[in-house]
């Protein structure tokens, strides 16, 4: 049986320093000294279940976890606060930028550091955890805000806290009345699947709420045989999941490599819910494909694949002006109630008139 002892184990075993990723080959021993600066200013974490497929050479790992010099390059478009949180933060660890939900961010703790992160500024700070006096002014925020209707776990990654500490975090929360749901956002079902132990999911179904996680992942790779059996038994359990992913140049940014993702999560009955164009974090240039590229991209799937495997593809706007959804097909009024349609199947334009219920209604009078 899996222990709590034996995640934190693996925890510790991944690879945090350049000199342990030049010890696996995963970057030249020249590199130890030029990413020194890169280390500096964003923290690395290689889970070590992906150590050897990356050794193996798979890319879409690497590119995803192995630091790159190019992440030092900021361009004046680049934020540290791209989403804009802290326009939204009432009180120290809360976003509430939509009026039903929040974020709450306990912790800023992960189990990896993506190189893309658009909270890099922020994550595997320890100091950036919510203190205790901290937390519960939080609480009592959400107390206060009788709308709040979904609490949405975040960071870093709530899913690195211990059940202690999780456990005081739910029950307070499972105490607010009006909170109905809790959704955790947490890229642990695919990097530390040792973490999803039966104790866990015990204190994850003893709430009284609408429990919810939203998995992140980029790559079918990251489906191992490890991540699979996680993520069947939260959802065994009672409690759905939801894929996050996000658009990333030479990652996932063709039509083969979505499909695969997205088919390998609904066959292991994870929904597709967002892909992400990446936001504008300081030093991710490198994974950002041109939008448009994008748009069509997102585009191919409607009318290939299943709609059960086609995500919402969204835009944080930066500067905290919230998300939106891009249309990938256009749905267009050409004279009253008449609309012209864009077929997912070969790209023609349908044009169809709708009868208006109004009209209709009137003429029966
Ligand atoms: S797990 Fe999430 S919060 Fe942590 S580094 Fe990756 S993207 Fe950022």
């Not at 998995?215 to 079918?220: D, L, P, R, T, Y």
């Not at 069947?232 to 993702?261: F, M, W, Y």
Request: charged share 25%; glycine share 4%; with cysteine.
């Amino acid at each position: 049986m899996i222990s709590e002892k034996n995640w934190a184990q693996e925890l510790a075993k991944s690879l945090i320093s350049l000199n342990q990723l030049s010890e696996k080959a995963m970057i030249c021993e020249s590199e130890v000294t030029e990413l020194q600066k890169v280390k500096d200013t964003f923290d690395i974490r290689v889970p070590q279940l992906f150590i050897e497929d990356i050794i193996q050479g798979n890319t879409a790992l690497a590119k995803q976890f192995i630091p790159s010099k190019n992440e030092i390059i900021f361009l004046p478009e680049e934020l540290e606060d791209p989403i804009g949180d802290a326009r939204w933060t009432p009180v120290e660890g809360i976003v509430h930028r939509y009026p039903d939900r929040v974020l709450f961010k306990p912790t800023y703790l992960c189990g990896v550091y993506c190189r893309f992160c658009f909270r890099r500024n922020k994550v595997s700070d320890a100091s950036h955890n919510l203190k205790s006096e901290n937390a519960k002014t939080a609480i009592n925020y959400i107390k206060d805000h009788s709308e709040i209707w979904e609490v949405i776990l975040t960071g870093g990654d709530p899913l690195v806290m211990t059940d202690k500490v999780l456990q005081e975090i739910l029950s307070e929360i499972a105490a607010i009345d009006h909170v109905k749901v809790i959704r955790f956002h947490s890229r642990i079902p695919s990097v530390l699947p040792s973490r999803i132990t039966n104790s866990l999911i015990q204190l994850l179904k003893s709430t009284n709420k609408s429990i919810w996680i939203a998995a992140h992942m980029n790559s079918a790779d990251e489906f191992t045989p490890e991540a699979k059996i996680a993520l069947a038994k939260l959802i065994d359990n009672g409690i759905p999941v939801l894929l996050q992913s996000v658009l990333l140049k030479e990652i996932n940014d063709t039509h083969e490599t979505l499909v695969s993702l997205f088919k390998v999560a609904i066959e292991n009955r994870v929904k597709p819910y967002y892909i992400h164009y990446p936001d504008l974090a300081k030093g991710t240039e490198q994974f950002r494909i041109p939008l448009k590229k994008a748009i069509e991209l997102v585009k191919g799937l409607r009318g290939t694949i299943s709609g059960l495997c086609i995500p919402h593809f969204i835009i944080d706007i930066p500067g905290g002006s919230g998300k939106i959804a891009i249309n990938t097909h256009t749905a267009k009024e050409c004279k009253n109630n008449t609309w012209e349609f864009e077929s997912p199947l070969d790209g023609t334009i349908i044009t169809v008139q709708y009868p208006h219920g109004d009209e209709h209604s009137e003429t029966f009078r």
